[in-house]
């Protein structure tokens, strides 16, 4: 059976008696060692921390497990332990009512930044003061990597790769590491094949029953068979699901975390598998059970359905289940969706998705702002903003290895918004000597200073600083222009590569691949400016500020601002108001904003570009768009990283 065949096919029982070989043949095996993504044998995990940030507080203070805890910011709250989920208290409510369904609950306020503090601190006061606070992600961050850190030690040096994929997940590739253990474990799988052929087929593997454990095993449907006998796939999945067991055991006894996950072939297997029974439990997907799991499922809850694609895809074919979605045939997905979306989307409902697991994902910039209410009205408050914004930069540059030369950002910017206009400056950072807080925090003063120079600029409403164009050691990196690319993903817009291969279309939705397929800047920003004229498409830029105060790198809205559009806990972007997964997502799309502005800059614009404050009807793009709850996907969000922090 060629490799690129479905993997849930791979495994079918053959029915009927006396079957001698495995599905499996020698190469793909030895794929596995390799990490192959067209290795049908593979196995991914996905990692995902319950209730993380309510789990960091109380592990923290010390707190019962059965206790119920929610992360308040401001009046709202943004993670429920499971003990407090009983009461029916979710991200939705607000403090006041989360108190009334449980009189009990401890409301943990998230850490902050006090104006004009050099470190942030868990504030008893902070809901109050809301204006001269600014959220704090710190103390998550660093358990972050230090789950990280335990889950990289947990599994041998040489035959790992793990993506961090959020602030609270990973994913795992196991391949390699089973494929060692298979041989260890099975002998006879070190024997060359026979007449040498690596195409021949495997023997069968010496088991007819597997020990799961604890393990939530997906039920197959109809037409397979349990009673059929385990093939290598099984074997593989099952040598997965112990290791992961063994690293949850391991995160549980050293870090006191409770965490769930996913084991199946790939990454969107998995992450589905992590979702499904939390939480502390792990599900497995096995192949032969992958088809039965996803098509009882909506197809909304896949990556990059849950948003814009996923509406466009409900309203075209009137479904939201994958079994309706089962029966249309590829060239109706292709005609109405695109050739490349429409391949993307056949293969995911099949459960087919051969993107790999990338240990390398790196940030291209960071950023950290505040929007005031009431506006700040001098120099010396503006100042104090500044030294805040680089101490959160630079302990997220420390990350970076910034002190050990690892990475360093080339650029500073920093926006300032008065009356309805923003105005922005900035700067390379000296290279040379190794970059330290000093440093970032002068530069930073020193833009202020040249923006204030140029006219009136008190009351403030909103100051956003950020570093970008980060360069590593060893190779350079993509930079700014690498950061840029994704802007065209942000677009969404409608131009599809038509030369794509049904396997190079499975690995992400098409709009993603475009990054590398046209690595360059030019393309992605045609010639359009976006101040004015221009068919909105790129147009990112004026959208209107409520003029509510948020922490923009945390993102959720405050009480005030979430009545008139979003949910509390989606994260808001302060400049067009789009809807964004979580905080990561939203500083990525921040972070976009102002790669954006430098392009603009570099373009020609003025150094100090005003802007107007809100874009004439119609031209917001695709990012302006706010709906009520957070784009989970679709076309439109493919571009924010899912890892734009280094997890470790
Ligand atoms: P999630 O993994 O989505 O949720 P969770 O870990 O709280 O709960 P679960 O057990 O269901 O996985 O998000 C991870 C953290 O990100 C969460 O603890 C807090 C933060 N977050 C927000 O601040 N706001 C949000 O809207 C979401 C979705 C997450
Ligand atoms: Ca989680
Ligand atoms: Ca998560």
């Not at 809807?579 to 939203?586: N, P």
């Amino acid at each position: 059976m060629p490799s690129s065949s479905p993997p849930y096919q791979m495994s079918s029982p053959v029915h009927g008696t006396g079957r001698q070989k495995s599905h499996f043949t020698y190469r793909q095996l030895s794929l596995l060692a390799s990490y192959s993504t067209s290795s049908a044998l593979r196995v991914i995990a996905h990692i995902d921390l319950d209730a993380f940030y309510a789990q960091c507080e109380m592990v923290r203070l010390g707190i019962a497990e059965d206790q119920p805890l929610a992360v308040r910011q401001w009046e709202g709250l943004i993670a429920i332990n499971y003990p407090a989920r009983k009461f029916d208290i979710s991200r939705h409510c607000t403090v006041t009512d989360a108190k009334k369904l449980c009189p009990n609950l401890i409301a943990q306020h998230v850490a902050t930044w006090k104006e004009g503090d050099e470190k942030w601190a868990y504030h008893n006061d902070a809901p109050s003061h809301i204006g001269t606070h600014k959220v704090s992600l710190d103390p998550y961050r660093l358990q972050s990597r230090r789950i990280l850190a335990l889950i990289k030690e947990c599994l041998p040096q040489n035959l790992q790769k793990v993506e961090k994929a959020s602030i609270d997940e990973v994913f795992v590739d196991l391949s390699a590491q089973i494929h060692s253990i298979l041989l260890e474990r099975f002998p006879e799988l070190t024997n060359p094949p026979p007449y040498d052929d690596p195409t021949e087929k495997l023997p069968l593997p010496p088991v007819t029953a597997l020990d799961w454990q604890a393990d939530a095993l997906v039920d197959l449907d109809d037409t397979e068979a349990e009673a059929d006998d385990p093939d290598w796939d099984d074997v593989a999945i099952l040598i997965g699901s112990e290791i992961v067991r063994d690293v949850r055991a391991e995160i549980r006894r050293q870090l006191h975390y409770t965490c769930s996950a996913g084991i199946a072939s790939n990454k969107m297997l998995s992450k589905l598998g992590s979702a499904y029974k939390k939480p502390n439990q792990q599900t497995v997907i096995r192949n032969r059970a992958a088809q039965h799991f996803l098509s009882d499922m909506k197809f909304t809850k896949i990556r990059n359905l849950g948003g814009k694609l996923g509406d466009q895809v409900t309203s075209t074919f009137g479904t939201e289940t994958i079994k309706d979605l089962l029966l249309v045939p590829v060239e109706q997905l292709k005609s109405k969706l695109g050739d490349d979306t429409g391949v993307w989307l056949y293969n995911t409902i099949r459960g087919i998705d051969s993107s790999e697991v990338n240990s390398r994902t790196q940030i291209k910039s960071m950023l950290s702002a505040k929007s005031f209410r009431p506006s700040i009205n001098n120099l010396d408050q503006a100042i104090k903003w500044l030294r805040i914004f680089t101490a959160d930069i630079f302990s997220r540059l420390l990350e970076e290895g910034v002190l050990e030369n690892k990475r360093r950002p080339k650029t500073m910017n920093l926006h300032h918004r008065h009356g309805g206009q923003t105005r922005s400056r900035s700067s390379g950072i000296p290279m040379g000597k190794t970059l330290d807080e000093r440093t970032l925090f002068d530069l930073a003063k020193h833009l202020l200073n040249q923006i204030i120079l140029e006219g009136r600029v008190w009351p403030c409403a909103n100051l956003s600083l950020a570093v970008a164009g980060f360069e590593d050691g060893v190779t350079g990196n993509m930079g700014i222009g690498g950061f840029l690319l994704k802007g065209d993903e942000a677009r969404g817009s409608k131009t599809t590569p038509r030369e794509s291969s049904m396997e190079s279309s499975a690995n992400e939705p098409p709009e993603k691949k475009r990054r590398t397929d046209n690595p360059s800047i030019q393309r992605f920003f045609p010639k359009r400016e976006t101040s004015s004229g221009g068919d909105g498409e790129g147009d990112l830029d004026g959208s209107e500020d409520t003029g509510h105060p948020r922490d923009d790198t945390s993102g959720r809205p405050t009480t005030d601002s979430r009545s008139q559009q979003t949910p509390i806990t989606d994260y808001m972007c302060s400049r067009c108001n789009a809807g964004l997964e979580d905080a990561e997502a939203l500083q990525s799309h921040l972070d976009w904003h102002f790669a954006k502005d430098l392009q603009d800059e570099e373009r020609g614009k003025p150094a100090f570009a005003s802007k107007p404050a809100s874009a004439p009807r119609g031209q917001k793009s695709t990012c302006a768009s706010s709906s009520k709850k957070p784009s989970r996907g679709g076309s439109s969000k493919l571009e924010y990283g899912q890892s734009k922090l280094k997890f470790g």
